[in-house]
């Protein structure tokens, strides 16, 4: 083979994607990484060994094509999210970036727009622009929250063709109450979708998009494993909504395309949900642990409900972000002037970045 010598530019790329560089956050070796919102914790062994079973009898039958409906994994997400829901209201991917490229594919599209709360999860417009629609940002409040009339408001004028509300929030970590979700539906003509990537962080008491439900064909509320069942490299996401939205979704998925092991491991998980989510409390304690030294730094951290805190007053987040990096720590830049993020990882990685973000305050 000869060396390449085209670039991106010598290729027929599509005009709107050119110029756009592929999505990604910093990857490197170093002994804290709290940079992505993952889970930390590792899967505990009992069920790691459980997990292991299951795909073991999934490879023995690996030379067929996985079932294409899923129904063991359908099942299995109905009955952990409970609400009365039914396996023909689930449906699950590659991650919820695949399950939301769904629903962008269905629902979005050329000449189409797609509208979120700005800041928020940074993939909605990529995905948006790849699945060729438009994305169009609304407005927050200063705090980051959104009231549920000047949401409706922004809502009728923008006339997007699909809603994205991020609950709680990424990456700010805020809440975003249910009448806010009410009064977007009442004033969307197309599909809302409320992800909660992260509501297994928030308060017991909480209440989830699945109680709206009921009679609201146009709404879907997304969720992923990655987070709270500790399962980033594992690759599942999935939605509740309508039995007709899930129609939808059936028209651009490809076939087969949640493998067979995949199927197994995640099924396996959701029968030791009470274990995997054992690890919540842990990560919540830690969340609140940094909020509290934050403050006692001089920093001024926000509200969170997610695994993740975002703190402003820093003066030169670059200059931070490296202080932190050369001593061993890997938090996140996501691009709000005078902010950070991090993730909220064990006591031990917690102790780290405190420490480390301690020792640039005090020069050592």
């Given at each position: 083979?000869?060396?390449?010598?085209?670039?991106?530019?010598?290729?027929?790329?599509?005009?709107?994607?050119?110029?756009?560089?592929?999505?990604?956050?910093?990857?490197?070796?170093?002994?804290?990484?709290?940079?992505?919102?993952?889970?930390?914790?590792?899967?505990?062994?009992?069920?790691?060994?459980?997990?292991?079973?299951?795909?073991?009898?999934?490879?023995?039958?690996?030379?067929?094509?996985?079932?294409?409906?899923?129904?063991?994994?359908?099942?299995?997400?109905?009955?952990?999210?409970?609400?009365?829901?039914?396996?023909g209201q689930i449906w699950a991917g590659n991650g919820s970036n695949e399950v939301l490229q769904h629903i962008m594919q269905a629902f979005g599209g050329p000449g189409r727009t797609v509208f979120g709360f700005a800041p928020?999860?940074?993939?909605?417009?990529?995905?948006?622009?790849?699945?060729?629609?438009?994305?169009?940002?609304?407005?927050?409040?200063?705090?980051?929250?959104?009231?549920?009339?000047?949401?409706?408001?922004?809502?009728?004028?923008?006339?997007?063709?699909?809603?994205?509300?991020?609950?709680?929030?990424?990456?700010?970590?805020?809440?975003?109450?249910?009448?806010?979700?009410?009064?977007?539906?009442?004033?969307?003509?197309?599909?809302?979708?409320?992800?909660?990537?992260?509501?297994?962080?928030?308060?017991?008491?909480?209440?989830?998009?699945?109680?709206?439900?009921?009679?609201?064909?146009?709404?879907?509320?997304?969720?992923?494993?990655?987070?709270?069942?500790?399962?980033?490299?594992?690759?599942?996401?999935?939605?509740?909504?309508?039995?007709?939205?899930?129609?939808?979704?059936?028209?651009?998925?490809?076939?087969?395309?949640?493998?067979?092991?995949?199927?197994?491991?995640?099924?396996?998980?959701?029968?030791?949900?009470?274990?995997?989510?054992?690890?919540?409390?842990?990560?919540v304690e830690q969340r609140d642990r940094i909020t509290a030294t934050l403050e006692a730094l001089g920093y001024q951290p926000h509200e969170s409900w997610s695994n993740f805190v975002l703190f402003g007053g820093v003066a030169?987040?670059?200059?931070?972000?490296?202080?932190?990096?050369?001593?061993?720590?890997?938090?996140?830049?996501?691009?709000?002037?005078?902010?950070?993020?991090?993730?909220?990882?064990?006591?031990?990685?917690?102790?780290?970045?405190?420490?480390?973000?301690?020792?640039?305050?005090?020069?050592?």
């Amino acid at each position: 083979m000869g060396s390449v010598t085209a670039s991106l530019g010598d290729l027929p790329l599509r005009d709107d994607l050119r110029g756009l560089t592929p999505y990604g956050a910093p990857q490197a070796p170093l002994p804290v990484a709290l940079n992505v919102n993952e889970n930390t914790h590792p899967v505990p062994d009992e069920v790691a060994s459980d997990i292991l079973d299951d795909i073991a009898v999934a490879l023995r039958e690996v030379n067929r094509y996985p079932d294409r409906e899923f129904t063991s994994l359908r099942e299995a997400f109905a009955d952990y999210l409970g609400h009365g829901l039914e396996p023909g209201q689930i449906w699950a991917g590659n991650g919820s970036n695949e399950v939301l490229q769904h629903i962008m594919q269905a629902f979005g599209g050329p000449g189409r727009t797609v509208f979120g709360f700005a800041p928020t999860y940074s993939m909605y417009p990529l995905i948006a622009q790849g699945t060729g629609a438009q994305w169009v940002a609304g407005q927050r409040e200063a705090d980051y929250t959104i009231t549920a009339e000047e949401a409706a408001a922004q809502v009728e004028q923008a006339d997007p063709d699909i809603v994205m509300l991020c609950s709680p929030n990424n990456p700010t970590g805020t809440p975003l109450r249910l009448d806010v979700v009410e009064a977007v539906y009442e004033a969307a003509r197309g599909i809302v979708v409320v992800d909660e990537a992260y509501q297994e962080f928030a308060p017991r008491d909480a209440s989830s998009a699945l109680t709206l439900l009921d009679g609201r064909p146009r709404l879907a509320v997304s969720r992923t494993m990655s987070k709270a069942f500790a399962f980033a490299g594992a690759r599942v996401g999935y939605l509740a909504a309508d039995p007709a939205f899930i129609d939808a979704l059936r028209l651009v998925r490809l076939p087969y395309h949640l493998s067979a092991l995949t199927q197994a491991a995640a099924v396996a998980a959701l029968r030791n949900a009470d274990t995997m989510l054992g690890m919540v409390d842990e990560i919540v304690e830690q969340r609140d642990r940094i909020t509290a030294t934050l403050e006692a730094l001089g920093y001024q951290p926000h509200e969170s409900w997610s695994n993740f805190v975002l703190f402003g007053g820093v003066a030169d987040p670059r200059a931070t972000f490296e202080a932190l990096y050369a001593r061993g720590v890997l938090i996140r830049d996501v691009g709000i002037p005078h902010h950070l993020r991090v993730t909220a990882g064990t006591e031990a990685e917690t102790t780290a970045f405190l420490d480390a973000l301690a020792s640039i305050d005090s020069g050592a």
